[in-house]
């Protein structure tokens, strides 16, 4: 009984480590504005520190974050499309990719996060037979990809172009006789561009109406505070 009285006097270096990712996890969390301001800045810090093989699953982990203030920090001034371009893709990357589409509902993924995945994409699948080798995706993460079409923009929407350039890119896999998964795959990313494009079917077609269901009360992003200048905060009144 008097052990629990007791306070802990030793601490492995592993619990205190598993601390820190549990405090760093609510940072993340964005549900308060002292969070949102510390996330604020921690991806402003791996914006500094630039994104190399050795820590990009770090910037992947960020883009789970729906707070597009953070999702700002993290690419600064870079082009959503461009921001994982100096990585070579491979399986860990693309499947994380793909998990974020799922785990968003559509028109819920910040545009930003959606370009810099769909740059992902772009190069993953430039060459859809090595693409497919590096990663296969599946038929349920072709319908992750495409229920974030937006019908109502058409194909000039700058995302909706890119979406349906990479499912042209897997459309063409169709007929290489490689396995039936990758023919399943091809066959069903033609099927969601051409119901985009014809104006007579809808994706719901060919997409569960579940994943394109709209989520009429998503929570509105927290926002950081304001910030002035210190020299203008201490002018004395006039």
């Known amino acids: 009984?008097?052990?629990l009285f007791e306070k802990k006097q030793d601490w492995t270096e592993a619990e205190i480590q598993q601390i820190e990712y549990s405090m760093l996890k609510g940072i993340l969390g964005?549900?308060?504005?002292?969070?949102?301001?510390?996330?604020i800045t921690y991806a402003s810090y791996l914006n500094f520190t630039g994104i190399t093989n050795g820590n990009y699953p770090?910037?992947?982990?960020?883009?789970?974050?729906?707070?597009?203030?953070?999702?700002?920090?993290?690419?600064g001034t870079r082009d959503p499309f461009l921001f994982m371009s100096s990585i070579q893709p491979n399986y860990f990357i693309v499947s994380t990719c793909?998990?974020?589409?799922?785990?968003?509902?559509?028109?819920?993924?910040?545009?930003?996060?959606?370009?810099?995945?769909?740059g992902v994409?772009?190069?993953?699948?430039?060459?859809?037979?090595?693409?497919?080798?590096?990663?296969?995706?599946?038929?349920?993460?072709?319908?992750?990809l495409?229920?974030?079409?937006?019908?109502?923009?058409?194909?000039?929407?700058?995302?909706?172009?890119?979406?349906?350039d990479i499912l042209d890119?897997?459309?063409s896999l169709e007929g290489q006789n490689v396995d039936e998964?990758?023919?399943?795959?091809?066959?069903?990313?033609?099927?969601?561009?051409?119901?985009?494009?014809?104006?007579?079917?809808?994706l719901v077609d060919v997409i569960p109406e579940v994943q394109l269901r709209l989520e009429p009360n998503l929570d509105k992003d927290v926002l950081p505070r304001d910030r002035k200048p210190l020299a203008e905060v201490e002018q004395p009144a006039q």
Do not use: W
């Open 58 to 75: 770090v910037f992947l982990n960020i883009l789970t974050v729906r707070n597009h203030a953070v999702i700002d920090a993290l690419l």
């Open 30 to 39: 964005c549900r308060s504005v002292e969070a949102v301001e510390a996330a």
């Open 1 to 3: 009984m008097k052990e």
């Open 169 to 171: 890119k897997l459309a």
């Open 98 to 118: 793909f998990a974020i589409l799922t785990k968003y509902r559509k028109a819920e993924i910040y545009p930003k996060t959606l370009g810099i995945i769909l």
């Open 121 to 144: 994409f772009q190069t993953t699948y430039n060459s859809p037979l090595d693409g497919y080798k590096i990663y296969p995706p599946s038929v349920a993460d072709i319908n992750a």
């Open 146 to 164: 495409g229920k974030h079409l937006n019908e109502e923009k058409g194909q000039d929407d700058l995302l909706n172009r890119s979406i349906l």
């Open 181 to 202: 998964d990758m023919e399943d795959l091809a066959v069903h990313s033609h099927n969601i561009r051409n119901n985009f494009f014809d104006s007579k079917k809808r």
